[in-house]
């Protein structure tokens, strides 16, 4: 999965969006976390039980999880500067 997956665009099209599109997008991606979150204690339990064919997949939703993260990282900041823009 690529950030614009995530996104549906480029972070750097980011600054393009105005503060409600970005908390929509921030509710959608903390969803996102949590979905992967749960699929991935789900391929834990399967891995040590012995039924997980594909460990790899572990890896991979790890990966995933960090990239959400690193793009709710990315919009908090945005939302923030968009919020100081507006108070001024």
């Known amino acids: 999965m690529k950030i614009k997956d ?3 665009y480029e ?3 980011i600054n393009n969006q105005n503060l409600e599109q970005l908390n929509e ?3 959608e ?3 996102k976390l949590n979905e992967m979150q749960q ?3 789900k391929r ?3 891995a040590r039980m012995g039924t997980l064919k594909n460990t790899a997949s572990i890896k991979n939703t790890k990966k995933d999880i960090a990239r959400i993260l690193t793009v709710l990282s990315t919009l ?3 939302i923030s500067k968009k919020k100081k823009e507006i108070k001024k």
């Open 6 to 8: 995530i996104l549906g």
């Open 11 to 13: 972070i750097k099209e």
């Open 25 to 27: 997008k921030k509710k």
């Open 29 to 31: 991606l903390v969803n």
């Open 39 to 41: 699929e991935l204690l």
């Open 44 to 46: 834990r339990i399967e």
């Open 76 to 78: 908090n900041k945005e």
